[in-house]
């Protein structure tokens, strides 16, 4: 996933070209800022290219409410002059009981106003020291990060449609006092990012602003599939900004064609990490990575990595690759090379390879099978579990003597999913261990004097047919 997916408004708070500090959001999603009080605040050197220097008065807003009632993320760099309080609020809500992610004299916190902390850490930070400073909502779980790092965590699952205010307070208002404090690069998005995804925006403590190009490009723009051809590699995935160094064992590469050679000196390739977008990497070559590799689209690996591969979309090691470390495969990706760690397979689709076409010196772990097809539902016989519960893998067998479980491609029984054809037998369906639940099957045939009898928390779609038979009965309480 690009870090620009799910972004909901960045702003790089640099020169707006009139010697003030530019309001516009980077991204086409106009969440621009407005200022409310005065003096507006300055603008100051920045991380990258300039920021915003409050001044205890005037604060920045943005006109619309921003949607943070999912999963969501922060993120912003500060710095604190010397002689300035250390208090600097960066985003609120509209009216008390916002959300704020707040560096202050003695911490980083994200907190709501009238409740406290939700994660914090104690620290004081130094004078003229720039901070990156980072918070996400997973689920209810919240997690604050500085410097790229995980400091803490807490939890929390309020929803925010909120004012987006920097220098502001929870409450809409402005912190007096926040002279010369200084803030750059903010962005938010309505997910989640991930612990790489904030480290690339670290980015060795030198920042990365919209649109979020990091490492280098491979193009073969040459056409000589030649890791060690400066011509093929760029600055930007647009390829219109030409590298002025070949790529070493700090740089993350972004390959977009085929790579065949390296006349850079030997058959190694250095990079931190890799990125195939429906690139080839040949047979012969080593990719020195000290990070996962990550193929996407339909790109295929022939060569050596020494480290781990995770795949996407239909990308492929063939038979000559030889991969170091644990390889994770997802969607329609396959593997027919050598891996050296483990092999996770997930059926995020129902259409993983099983089993694996390859060697595997580690485990093969087949994760998120398709449930089996057809299964019966009886309760009512030996080795059956609990009355009428529809979501008791014991009440499920692999036909109508009830002697054997459904066991689906990669050994597992699981309940019956969108793909299953079910019958019914016994008391039939009443309840479920867990509410709310929703059973949804292909189709549903009831026999005998077996009901469907809903609680008010239980759900069925059937995407074909439901069929009842006998004295069957289908009721729904609520």
Wanted: one cysteine or more.
């Amino acid at each position: 996933m690009a870090l620009t997916d799910n972004i909901l408004a960045y702003w790089n708070l640099n020169n707006n070209g009139s010697g003030g500090v530019s309001l516009l959001d980077s991204t086409s999603n106009g969440n621009n800022l407005i200022v409310n009080g005065s003096p507006d605040p300055s603008l100051g050197s920045g991380i990258i290219a300039g920021d915003a220097v409050g001044n205890g008065s005037g604060y920045y807003r943005t006109t619309n409410s921003l949607d943070f009632s999912g999963d969501f993320s922060i993120n912003y760099w500060a710095a604190i002059p010397i002689g300035a309080p250390l208090d600097v609020q960066q985003f609120s809500g509209a009216t008390y009981g916002g959300f704020d992610l707040n560096l202050s004299f003695n911490r980083l916190y994200a907190g709501i106003a009238n409740v406290g902390y939700i994660a914090s850490y104690t620290f004081s930070p130094t004078f003229d020291s720039w901070y990156m400073i980072s918070c996400t909502r997973s689920g209810a779980e919240i997690k604050i990060y500085l410097n790229g790092s995980e400091v803490g965590t807490g939890s929390n699952s309020s929803n925010f449609t909120a004012i987006f205010g920097l220098f502001a307070c929870s409450d809409g208002g402005y912190v007096g006092g926040s002279s010369a404090v200084q803030l750059d690069e903010i962005g938010a998005w309505n997910r989640a990012l991930t612990p790489t995804e904030i480290n690339d925006l670290y980015n060795g403590g030198s920042g990365n602003t919209y649109p979020f190009y990091l490492g280098l490009y491979y193009n073969n723009a040459q056409n000589d599939g030649d890791w060690g051809n400066l011509l093929n590699w760029w600055q930007d995935p647009n390829f219109t900004i030409q590298a002025t160094s070949l790529p070493t064992s700090s740089t993350p590469v972004n390959l977009y064609n085929q790579v065949t050679q390296n006349t850079q000196g030997s058959n190694q390739c250095f990079c931190l990490r890799a990125t195939f977008w429906s690139a080839d990497f040949a047979y012969g070559l080593t990719l020195q990575s000290s990070g996962v590799v990550n193929m996407q689209g339909n790109s295929a690996m022939a060569g050596h990595s020494t480290d781990g591969v995770s795949m996407h979309d239909s990308s492929q090691l063939t038979s000559t690759s030889v991969i170091d470390g644990n390889v994770t495969m997802r969607d329609s990706s396959r593997a027919f090379g050598y891996i050296g760690g483990n092999a996770y397979v997930y059926y995020d689709g129902g259409n993983a390879q099983y089993p694996i076409g390859g060697t595997v010196a580690g485990t093969v772990s087949y994760i998120g099978g398709p449930a089996a097809s057809p299964q019966y539902f009886n309760d009512q016989v030996s080795g059956a579990g609990s009355y009428g519960v529809v979501d008791d893998l014991n009440n499920w067998w692999a036909d109508d003597t009830f002697t054997t479980r459904p066991i689906n491609s990669v050994g597992s029984q699981v309940l019956p999913d969108p793909s299953t054809v079910c019958y019914v037998y016994g008391t039939g369906f009443q309840y479920a261990s867990t509410y709310p639940y929703n059973f949804s099957v292909t189709s549903i045939d009831a026999y005998g004097y077996g009901s469907i009898n809903l609680a008010s928390d239980f759900d069925i779609t059937v995407s074909e047919a439901l069929t009842m038979h006998d004295n069957t009965s289908f009721q729904a309480d609520g």
